[in-house]
C-alpha cells in the first residue's frame, strides 16, 4: 500500500509554523459581536481493530496522517485571542521581524464562514516575501459539518491542494483531500466513517487512478485491495 505523506500538509506547515513563536492578543478593532468561530476540528477514524494485518494498521496510520490538516491548520492560531477589522474576525501571529500571517473569518447570512490566511512579508528566512498574498481560503457550515479549504502555491493563485469534508442526514461523515500538479490531480484520497463505526479508505494516484481501497465493518474487521495502473492485482481481509 502506498505510504501517505501529504506534500500539501508540508506545505502548510512551512507557512505556518516559524509564526508560532509570537502571537498579536490585542484586539486593534471595535469589540466583535457575537462569538468568534473555531478552527475545524474534524476528525475521521479507522478501523477499531486490535489486528496486526499491515494493511489494517496502515489503514489506521494514513487516516491518521488524513486528520493532520485540520489540526496542523489551527495549531498556530488557537491560541491566539481574535479580533474583529470591518465586521470580520482575525487570528495574528508573527515570526517576529515584521512579518504577519493573518486568518480572517468572515459570518455569513446563513450563520456560515468563509475564511482566508493572508500572509505579508518574509515569514520564512528561506521563502520570498509576501505582499498580502492568500495561502488559503475555506468555508465551513453553521454547524461545522460541512466545509471546504484549498491551499495555494507560494505567491501565486494556483491551487495545490483541496481538503473537503461533507456530512449528510444518515450521520455518514466523508472526507476527501486531492493534491494537484498545475492543473493535474497528482493524488487523491477519500475516507468515509459510518455512523455504525463502518468505513472505508480508497487512495488515487496520478490523474486519480485508483491505487488502494480498505474497507471495515463496525466490528473493525475488514478487507483491502491493490491495484496497478488501476487494475486489482491483490486483496486480502483482517479479523
Known amino acids: ?10 506545505l502548510l506547515l512551512s507557512l505556518v509554523i516559524t509564526s508560532c513563536s509570537k502571537k498579536d492578543d490585542n484586539p486593534t478593532g471595535p469589540e466583535a459581536s457575537g462569538t468568534a468561530p473555531t478552527f475545524p476540528t474534524i476528525t475521521f477514524k479507522g478501523p477499531n481493530t486490535s489486528s496486526t494485518d499491515t494493511y489494517a494498521t496502515q489503514t ?32 495574528v501571529v508573527s515570526p517576529g521581524n515584521g512579518a504577519t500571517e493573518t486568518f480572517y473569518a468572515t459570518k455569513n447570512s446563513d450563520g456560515s464562514f468563509t475564511w482566508r490566511l493572508i500572509l505579508n512579508g518574509k515569514v520564512d528566512a528561506d521563502e520570498d516575501a509576501y505582499n498580502n498574498w492568500k495561502a488559503v481560503d475555506g468555508y465551513t457550515s453553521a454547524d ?14 494556483s491551487t495545490v491542494a483541496e481538503f473537503s469534508w461533507t456530512t449528510n442526514s444518515s450521520g ?20 468515509v466513517n459510518n455512523a455504525d463505526n463502518s468505513g472505508s479508505l480508497k487512495q488515487y494516484g496520478a490523474n486519480a487512478v485508483l491505487e488502494f481501497q480498505s474497507s471495515w465493518k463496525a466490528d473493525g474487521s475488514g478487507e483491502w485491495h491493490s491495484y496497478n495502473n488501476g487494475v486489482e492485482d491483490n486483496h486480502g481481509n483482517w479479523q
Open 1 to 10: 500500500m502506498k505510504k501517505f505523506y501529504s506534500l500539501f500538509i508540508l
Open 60 to 91: 489506521n496510520s494514513v487516516i491518521t496522517a488524513f486528520n493532520g490538516f485540520p489540526q496542523m491548520l489551527s495549531g498556530p492560531f488557537s491560541a491566539v485571542k481574535p479580533s474583529s477589522e470591518g465586521g470580520d474576525w482575525k487570528w
Open 144 to 157: 461545522g459539518k460541512n466545509g471546504n479549504w484549498k491551499i495555494y502555491k507560494p505567491n501565486t493563485t
Open 172 to 191: 455518514t461523515l466523508t472526507g476527501t483531500i486531492i493534491e494537484y500538479d498545475g492543473s493535474t490531480v497528482s493524488s487523491k484520497m477519500e475516507v
